[in-house]
């Protein structure tokens, strides 16, 4: 059996329902929980941590923990907007979990996260007067000094700005290695993902929809659905390319559809269409090509061009090649 | 954000507007203190029947605010936090004693607490709600603790539910999480609807006087001497309790800013 492992967990609240929810974590691994918002992925998280009532199973190094309570499942949380006790300072904040539980080597358990979080000139201040990305880091200490096993990460990266972002996402990595956790990191950000993930799992409408690793998620999307959440593009019924294998769709990347110039072949698809519209974008066109019934969107940089083809309604032939195309 | 003050026509009827109500609030206090006259004032503080009035007056609305914070706060988070059948009407139920009369909230009482089968079973426990503090007490909670609980209702509501979700992941149970989260971060709404309680506690006339007459409460002091021996021999009483009043309240208002 695996390390955390879900069966058919299922709840129902204000009409929204998670439904049959299976999931096999393994010990050490960064599980990410990729699904748009509204898809259920907090009400996930919160049935995992025994903060919302369900029906299934959840066993934790083979024991069964779906009857605990939340202050017995050995589970840390940290919130989308972080959830900092107004009450406290941010030591008190970070040292909670000491009033309820036994920390092994507490003093020197305290030191290790603040040094290792940079918290040292921040203990004595008020929770209002941190910044955002302060606040990520109290929450996170705060998660971690009770020693959880598994560390549930509600969208952790999207209330900071930007610009610290790769830093964080870098930051959570070291965190999950250096204190040995499990974690369970849920987001709508795809490439939040595909950094960060060992395994990644879509939800919609409170379903999973496909589970792998990132590599087999993010290129190779189960429904034209999570393609469409991934961000592809160009998403055509697969007849169109005679396609002879099962996939119903295929997808194609805006940015290796060329335009082809010469009558010599280039590619190992080639299609004529029109040119419907023509954007010029900082440093590259985007256009937006009819191909019979199908609309394709093809990025060219300004480099090759020196002007947009053409505002108005014109023929043109583009092609890709086989290896550039996604099966759905 | 707010707005700069601008000389515009708005503005002003907004001034005069105020200063009206601001008057017909704040005169009658001034008139208290300036009209009686400090020898007056200091021979009532002198009395000591006056005193032991208040002190009595003041001791029993504590005691009903207490009681309804130990009663009370967790029926506002009750409201507060889950959704049940009847939530509605138990609202209204809470809310009707602040619009009905305060007298026949007293006939009220007196028909439940007096000489019936319930007052009887209270009789047991030694408890006797006709002319004893107790009567004053349950007089003094019926009326003013729906402005506890109200406010301590919509301090819960403040109080992000997700703060009580995390502290259960750190090892806190329900009852610590209230204790340690939930009343913590709620305390400006329920010191506040403590103190209206309390104050409110203090002016109560209508249900005190039909169920407990003597101990005399200040208001039924005042009332006492007003109908025996008119307006001068009252208007120092009623000065009086508006001043310990005052004091009172900002002395509570004061330490419970320095904690905030």
Not at chain 1, 3 to 16: E, H, P, Q, R, T
Not at chain 1, 77 to 101: C, H, K, M, T
Request: hydrophobic share 45%; proline share 4%.
């Amino acid at each position: 059996m695996s390390y955390l492992s879900i069966k058919n967990l299922s709840n129902s609240v204000a009409g929204f329902s998670l439904e049959n929810i299976c999931l096999d974590i393994e010990k050490g691994e960064y599980f990410v929980l990729l699904g748009q918002s509204g898809s259920g992925k907090t009400r996930l998280l919160e049935a995992i941590a025994g903060l919302d009532s369900s029906s299934g199973s959840i066993h934790y190094k083979e024991d069964e923990i779906s009857e605990k309570n939340p202050e017995h499942r050995d589970i840390g949380f940290v919130y989308q907007d972080f959830a900092l006790f107004p009450n406290l300072n941010v030591e008190e904040n970070i040292v909670f979990s000491g009033r309820y539980r036994e920390i092994e080597d507490a003093q020197e358990h305290f030191k290790d996260i603040v040094d290792f979080l940079e918290l040292k000139d921040l203990l004595d201040r008020c929770i209002k007067d941190l910044s955002g990305g302060e606040k990520q880091r109290v929450a996170l200490a705060r998660a971690l000094y009770s020693k959880p096993k598994i560390l549930l990460l509600d969208e952790p990266l999207s209330a900071i700005d930007p610009t610290f972002r790769n830093a964080i996402m870098k930051k959570l990595k070291e965190i999950h290695r250096r204190y040995d956790l499990t974690t369970i990191h849920v987001t709508h950000n795809f490439r939040e993902a595909s950094y960060l993930a060992d395994k990644i799992a879509v939800i919609m409408n409170g379903k999973i929809e496909q589970i792998g690793s990132p590599d087999e998620v993010l290129n190779h999307p189960k429904t034209i659905e999570i393609a469409k959440f991934l961000g592809f593009k160009n998403i055509f019924p697969a007849s169109l390319i005679n396609d002879k294998n099962k996939s119903k769709y295929f997808s194609v990347d805006p940015n290796v559809i060329r335009i082809v110039k010469e009558q010599n072949v280039c590619c190992d698809y080639i299609f004529e269409g029109v040119v419907e519209e023509c954007m010029g974008i900082t440093d590259h066109f985007k256009l937006f090509v009819k191909v019979d019934e199908n609309h394709f969107f093809i990025k060219i940089p300004k480099r090759e061009y020196e002007n947009c083809l053409s505002n108005s309604k014109h023929s043109i032939r583009i092609g890709f090649d086989e290896k550039d195309v996604s099966y759905i | 954000m707010k707005l700069t003050y601008k000389n515009n026509s708005f503005n002003i009827a907004l001034i005069v507007l105020a200063v009206i109500i601001v008057f017909f609030l704040s005169v009658p206090i001034l008139k208290m203190f300036v009209g009686v006259g400090s020898d007056k004032l200091i021979d009532t503080i002198k009395d000591g029947e006056v005193i032991s009035s208040i002190l009595l007056t003041m001791k029993v609305s504590l005691w009903a605010m207490i009681f309804v914070i130990f009663t009370g706060l967790p029926l506002a988070y009750l409201i507060a936090r889950y959704d049940f059948f009847g939530k509605s009407f138990l609202e209204a139920i809470i809310d009707i004693p602040i619009m009905i009369p305060h007298t026949a909230a007293g006939i009220a009482l007196l028909s439940t607490f007096g000489d019936t089968g319930l007052g009887g079973f209270f009789k047991i426990f030694g408890i006797e709600f006709v002319g004893t503090e107790y009567g004053i007490m349950i007089a003094m909670m019926f009326l003013s603790a729906p402005f506890l609980i109200n406010a301590a209702k919509d301090g819960f509501r403040k109080v992000d539910p997700k703060l009580e979700k995390v502290a259960r992941t750190l090892g806190a149970s329900p009852f610590r999480v209230f204790f340690a989260i939930s009343i913590p971060n709620a305390r400006k709404d329920i010191v506040n609807g403590a103190l209206m309680m309390w104050s409110r506690g203090l002016g109560e006339f209508g249900a005190v006087i039909i169920l407990v007459y003597h101990p005399m409460t200040t208001p039924v002091l005042i009332f006492d001497r007003f109908s025996s021996y008119g307006l001068s021999y009252s208007a120092p009483v009623a000065a009086v309790i508006i001043g310990f009043s005052a004091l009172v309240f900002l002395i509570i208002r004061f330490i419970a800013n320095r904690f905030d």
